[in-house]
């Protein structure tokens, strides 16, 4: 039998990090991400370099996983 984390759980967990981001890079990377940007529009669109978003991804993956979601 497979476990998996509840759906549901799950958008609990990312709605409640997203309403916790003190920093405005972090969030606006989310939103973009949301609404179906890739990773070159989400460049393009910050102005920011291929390891800058590779950072900010990595954190906001760490601070994911830390608040309960199972990779």
């Not at 998996?4 to 405005?24: C, E, T």
């Not at 070159?40 to 920011?48: D, Q, T, W």
Request: charged share 30%; aromatic share 8%; proline share 1%.
């Amino acid at each position: 039998m497979e476990r998996r984390q509840n759906g549901g759980r799950r958008r609990k967990i990312v709605q409640d990090y997203l309403a916790g981001i003190s920093n405005d890079q972090e969030r606006l990377v989310c939103y973009l991400y949301v609404n179906n940007f890739d990773d070159y529009e989400v460049r393009r669109f910050l102005r920011i370099s291929r390891k800058q978003l590779k950072d900010i991804k990595g954190v906001i993956r760490n601070a994911l996983i830390a608040a309960g979601i199972t990779p």
